[in-house]
């Protein structure tokens, strides 16, 4: 299996344009070009999960534009949503869901992998910047929330889609990729999604998952803690 981003990119159709090179990495998208991102990937995402298989590939290199302006998944690039340890390419940290970047069991991959990965994506378009790694996010998140921000040009339901789309723990997160598009006026949600489990005892506490993370190598501890 490729272990870096241009092992995986390397045979994409050279017409294809990954969004760091199009308007859309500039910070400048309209709200507008955003929908239509989502409405692309949509039915390209479900074909994953339909097959238990999240994409899990999240970068402002790894999503493509192609001549016409739809956007694009890498073809042939999925892991099952079986743990299989650590899951995350370098380079994708920051776009990559917490359960991705540890081998505990209890945080389960699903749908709601690649809606964390599409939302940090949306944040990345709106911002002009990388967001916050997640693991750096559980040790002290500095993230701010897009709908308190309110950066202009976009509605409030649609930055708080962003966000709720972006939280950490998965049983809290929106759960498939139709309730995303449908938080967002896009689409019907589809019923009997699964739904992302809570941590053992409920929703881990932050410093907890940190602790976890920090012991397997995943994250250094934080500074000024012995």
Known sequence: MATSLQDLISNVDPSWQPLDKTGLGTGSASQGQLEDLVLDLLPQLKALHAQQRAYGLWSMQTVFLDPVGRAKLLPGVSQPFVKQGNHVVPGTEPFSAIE????????????????????????????????????????????????????????????????????????????????????MGLSAASPGMPVAPSAPGGIAVAGAVAGGLAAQGILSPAPGRG
């Open 100 to 183: 991705l970047q540890t081998d505990d069991a209890a945080w389960r991959i699903g749908p709601w992998t690649d809606v964390y990965g599409l939302g940090a994506l949306l944040r990345a378009m709106i911002c002009g910047q990388t967001p916050q790694s997640p693991v750096r996010r559980f040790v002290k998140d500095t993230q701010e929330p897009l709908a308190a921000a309110a950066p202009a040009g976009y509605s409030r339901q649609f930055l708080r889609t962003v966000d709720l789309s972006t939280v950490l723990q998965s049983a809290l997160r929106l759960q498939s990729i139709d309730e995303l598009s449908a938080m």
